[in-house]
């Protein structure tokens, strides 16, 4: 299996070229004067140094072919927008149309699914997203804080099927054995009882908390 040019880099995929290359230099120079050296060590440090000429390569020659995404930065920026403006299918399509996968296209689905009310899914995007950008903070904190509400029964639908004496499976979707069915563009809001109104808002701040924000400071 080919290792990620990126993990290779030690770089987040939403890098720009700049910071690309001045990473790829000064990891690069790690190695140029270990190359010079007798033995093993010298054969290692030259094969370092081509696999990291090789991964900044790569990563070029994929930014010079994704045309069919253009800009990737400002599609995510856009994706990110409609999702604030509760634009949840438009936000989805945008995904769905996009040839090039990376770490920040799998934290903007997971947000899209917890929007729905699919917590089992959105987890997974997230952990998909950790997968590929493994020292990325934002990533790793969002799927911390939505493991930690659903371990601690903050789960929103949970708690109001819990409280019916409903099993839930956050790894189905709505409408699949006997599942709610939510409208997929409905905000956070509307409180049947006191319970449902301390879920929805706890799973309000989740949601804000994974876009940057936080609406309930003490948690």
């Not at 370092?48 to 790569?58: G, H, Q, R, V």
């Not at 409903?166 to 809001?189: A, S």
Request: a negative charge; one cysteine or more; aromatic letters at 6%.
């Amino acid at each position: 299996m080919q290792k990620n040019p990126y993990v290779i880099l030690g770089v987040d995929e939403n890098i720009p070229d700049d910071q690309l290359y001045e990473a790829y230099r000064k990891k690069r120079a790690e190695y140029a004067d270990a190359r010079f050296q007798p033995g093993e060590a010298g054969a290692e440090a030259a094969q370092k140094m081509e696999e990291l000429d090789n991964a900044y390569s790569d990563i070029l020659a994929d930014r010079k072919n994704r045309g069919a995404d253009g800009d990737v930065t400002t599609v995510f920026a856009e994706v990110e927008q409609m999702i604030k403006d509760g634009k949840l299918n438009e936000a989805q399509s945008r995904l769905d149309g996009m040839n090039q996968r990376p770490a920040e296209w799998h934290y903007l689905q997971s947000i899209v699914f917890y929007r729905k009310n699919w917590y089992g899914e959105s987890k997974k995007q997230l952990e998909m997203a950790c997968q590929q950008a493994p020292g990325n903070h934002k990533y790793s904190d969002a799927l911390m804080r939505l493991n930690n509400r659903m371990n601690q029964g903050q789960n929103p639908q949970q708690a109001k099927n819990n409280a019916s004496g409903q099993q839930y499976d956050p790894n189905q979707r709505p409408g699949q054995n006997g599942q709610p069915n939510m409208d997929p563009n409905r905000q956070m809001g509307g409180c049947g009882t006191e319970m449902n109104c301390c879920a929805n808002l706890i799973c309000a701040d989740c949601c804000c908390e994974m876009m940057g924000g936080d609406l309930i400071s003490c948690c």
